[in-house]
């Protein structure tokens, strides 16, 4: 997480993740950093995360970052990333992933991402 902010500078940061580890993303980012700005998608009304440091989302929420490409993110944390590689996967998040946004190095429970090989620095999908 450390290397994540790092990686990111002043920019937002964005977490992936399945469902059930969102608050736990929430209470590890608050033990490092007690004053950072939170949002979590889903629980938190759209707007608001224009407004946080980081943004929390499992995958069946992905799509709903994608189809807004003003709201721009740095580095993109994914945990569990094993379930983007499977092309037969579930869930949906993993679809709409787009496939220029590939992890720079492997980390212990995240892998950060840094901007897409075309240059845009959202998650909106740029790559055929």
């Known amino acids: 997480m450390v290397v994540t902010r790092l990686i990111a500078g002043e920019g937002r940061v964005l977490i992936l993740c399945p469902a059930s580890l969102r608050i736990n993303w929430e209470r590890k980012i608050h033990a490092v950093y007690p004053q950072a700005v939170v949002g979590i998608v889903g629980e938190d009304r759209h707007a608001t995360l224009y407004g946080c440091d980081w943004v929390i989302a499992n995958y069946e929420r992905l799509g709903d970052l994608v189809r807004d490409p003003e709201l721009v993110f740095e580095v993109m944390a994914i945990n569990e990333a094993h ?3 499977e092309s037969k996967s579930t869930r949906p998040g993993a679809r709409a992933t787009p496939s220029c946004w590939q ?9 950060p991402a840094p901007r897409c090989s075309t ?3 959202s998650c909106s999908p740029c790559c055929a």
């Open 103 to 111: 992890p720079a190095f492997p980390g212990a429970t995240s892998s």
């Open 119 to 121: 240059g845009r620095s």
């Open 83 to 85: 379930y983007l590689k």
